[in-house]
């Protein structure tokens, strides 16, 4: 844990256990698997591994122990065990002062090797028989290694060999081993560089004979580990794992295996007859005809706004940065007793809506905005945005925003309107915010958790409670039509547009199968937006995408053991908005919304997004539903072609704000899971959110 930006050194650190299934490939044939077996040991400890199961800790000096401790633990967890099963806490020694040692390491015999300041490498052979460890010896080491040893951030043994890292560069040290029966101690001696690896390294280890992993710790490639293999340490794999933000050690092996075709699985792996071959949902799609706005204002508590004008304008109309412009209005209602309201599309479009609603694939997209003001005079004002569709567009582009009108309740709030006095952050600003922080991930950790209420985009999630104006809560009061001459929007004006890259597939592959993800002809998806109110922001409905985009994007037959999210690059508008309110009032709100698909100079079509390879699996399969669970047979493929993919709640971060979106299956947008050959086990997959032929979602895989 952290504490003011430092590491908390009274704070516990928790102990998690994965297995390499495949350590000899690197990575390259297949995946760390989290058993997940935790244990806690105190912050400021050393954890390394005895192998053979056996897990040290030494524990910092302390009055009783001025020392330090070392207490020996026993992984259990294969015989059901606790994964630190107390075993031998070891005697104090003036021989043992395992808080001063700059590294401590052990060897495949047992040894437990400590270099201190002065370059002395004392070995001790820990008895399983006693608590003493009165045998040790000094290292034969060369003055090479212990100057290496001293600055390197990683120190470990494999077979005859020791390692160490050292700015992101890997030696390699021959190890002469003495008899157990301790005579002298061991000699380290040579030193070749086997490893030039990236910055950022902060951690590496070996499995066993032939293999290393390492880990980085900073930039955007924080917590991927790399896995190198061979007489040259060719890189198997550049994202062996990713997410892997703590230290870790490995229980290293004598020896490694190959691999062979059978699952990888930590659980009961047995056939399950009652789980049926994955069919395609032949149904004919049932096409709608979404060509009515309709939604919900409530309060900030949830309680309906009631008789409030709502005032609904087309927002497609192109707009070049700086030019202010009055939206074409597509008409006038009142919100009812429970805040609902609805407004049919006209017959006769306003001017240049038609342009714009075919050039976004037939889809209309809109805002509802309502204005109302509290008895101490507070103004508040609720934005929906939304999408509809006349009889007369394409299917597609019906069925879409029918879809995307699912993916919500379709209820916005009423937000109190208060001028932020700061002036609007430029880029580097936008990179603090919690939204940033969270696109930076290498893994979706998120899901399609809800969004927080309120956002910044400076900085971490608001605490302030945005409602509080004043010293009063206005989340409750009723609102009234504003008198004194109403409220009357004055126009929209683009301040910035920007392209974010915005999640609009994902694609499952484990195992022996081959994942592919296609995204071709259109947008079809469905993008948050958002409005500010003072210095922070809220998610205030959705914009439908659907103009063209000419290219095909997306990735073909990846795996196996892959995973991982499409993300295109989509234009967004920052804008702001105008009216007055009464004589003199006159007010502003920003909003952000998406726009076209559009390629940056010099930049990519599509791109992969976050690693969801954690959603796979045995663990995975074993949390599903039984009613979601099918399975591909050797060789064929099963894919999503219709209805609509689960939400990712932060798609995208634009200005600094995390969006959520989502997107419509057709023959141009799939999902496409495709089995190898190995036929001793078969290839299950299951849907997110349903039976894979009704309506799952996404697709998973084991």
């Not at 280890?205 to 710790?217: A, E, F, H, K």
């Not at 008895?375 to 006349?390: D, E, W």
């Amino acid at each position: 844990m952290r504490k003011n930006g430092q590491v908390d050194p009274n704070a516990s650190r928790v102990i998690r256990k994965y297995v390499d299934w495949a350590p000899k490939e690197a990575g390259a044939g297949g995946p760390f698997i989290d058993t997940e077996y935790t244990a806690t040991v105190p912050g400021s400890s050393r954890v390394f591994s005895g192998g053979g199961g056996i897990i040290y800790v030494a524990t910092k000096a302390s009055s009783a122990h001025p020392k330090g401790q070392l207490l020996a633990y026993k992984d259990r967890t294969s015989e059901g065990g606790e994964l630190l099963s107390p075993w031998i806490t070891y005697q104090d020694s003036p021989d043992t002062p395992w808080a001063d040692y700059l590294k401590i390491w052990t060897d495949l015999d047992g040894r437990i090797l400590a270099l201190d300041a002065s370059g002395k490498i004392r070995t001790y052979l820990p008895s399983q028989a006693s608590t003493s460890m009165p045998n040790s010896q000094n290292a034969d080491a060369s003055d090479s290694f212990v100057a290496e040893a001293k600055k390197a951030t990683e120190v470990w043994s494999a077979y005859n060999k020791v390692f160490t890292l050292a700015g992101g560069v890997v030696k390699e040290w021959s190890y002469t081993r003495q008899k157990l029966a301790f005579g002298l101690g061991p000699k380290i001696s040579g030193g070749s560089l086997i490893l030039t690896s990236q910055e950022g390294i902060a951690n590496a280890w070996s499995p066993g004979p032939g293999t290393i992993y390492t880990r980085v710790n900073s930039g955007s490639d924080e917590g991927r580990v790399s896995g190198y293999a061979g007489a040259l340490m060719e890189q198997k794999s550049n994202e062996a794992m990713v997410g892997m933000y703590a230290h870790v050690f490995a229980d290293t092996a004598p020896c490694l295996g190959d691999i062979t075709e059978v699952k990888p699985s930590l659980g009961e792996a047995a056939e399950d007859p009652n789980i049926p071959q994955a069919t395609t949902d032949e149904t004919p799609e049932t096409v709608q005809s979404p060509n009515v706005f309709s939604g919900r204002f409530v309060l900030g508590n949830g309680q309906p706004a009631a008789g409030l004008p709502v005032r609904v304008e087309a927002t497609d109309i192109e707009a070049e940065i700086g030019v202010t412009q009055e939206l074409p209005t597509l008409g006038n209602t009142v919100t009812a007793s429970d805040g609902t309201w609805s407004l049919p599309l006209p017959s006769a479009l306003p001017p240049g809506v038609k342009e714009a609603a075919e050039a976004n694939g037939g889809v209309i997209n809109a805002s509802a905005s309502a204005v109302g003001v509290t008895s101490t005079g507070t103004v508040m004002r609720g934005v929906n945005y939304q999408a509809a569709a006349p009889a007369s567009a394409s299917p597609s582009a019906r069925q879409s925003v029918f879809l995307a009108a699912q993916d919500g309740a379709n209820s916005s709030s009423m937000l109190p309107v208060v001028a932020n006095a700061e002036p609007e952050p430029d880029g580097s600003q936008y990179e603090q915010s919690w939204g940033s922080q969270q696109e930076q991930a290498p893994v979706d950790n998120y899901g399609d958790s809800p969004l927080p209420t309120w956002q910044s985009a400076t900085a971490d999630l608001p605490s302030a409670d945005p409602y509080m104006i004043n010293g009063t809560d206005t989340k409750s009061m009723i609102l009234a039509p504003y008198k004194d001459g109403g409220c009357d929007k004055t126009g929209e004006t683009v301040i910035s547009k920007n392209i974010y890259y915005t999640t609009v597939g994902e694609g499952h592959a484990y195992w022996d199968a081959k994942a592919s993800v296609d995204y071709d002809s259109k947008l079809s998806s469905t993008v948050d937006a958002a409005v500010k109110t003072g210095s922070n922001w809220a998610i205030q409905g959705s914009t439908t995408l659907g103009s063209s985009i000419s290219v095909t994007t997306g990735f073909t037959n990846k795996g196996p053991y892959f995973a991982k999210q499409w993300k295109v690059p989509i234009e967004y508008k920052k804008i702001e908005i105008k009216w007055k309110c009464g004589k003199n009032n006159n007010m502003s709100q920003y909003a952000i919304r998406a726009g076209k698909y559009k390629v940056p100079s010099g930049g990519a079509t599509g791109k992969y997004g976050a690693d969801v390879r954690s959603k796979d699996g045995y663990k995975g399969w074993n949390k599903s539903p039984k009613a979601n669970r099918a399975y591909v047979s050797p060789g064929s493929y099963f894919q999503i072609s219709k209805n609509r993919s689960a939400k990712w709640s932060i798609a995208a971060t634009a200005y600094g704000v995390s969006l959520g979106a989502s997107t419509q299956y057709d023959r141009d947008h799939k999902q496409r899971i495709t089995a190898g050959d190995y036929k001793n086990a078969k290839h299950y997959i299951w849907g997110k959110n349903g039976p894979v032929s009704s309506k799952p979602g996404i697709l998973y895989s084991y």
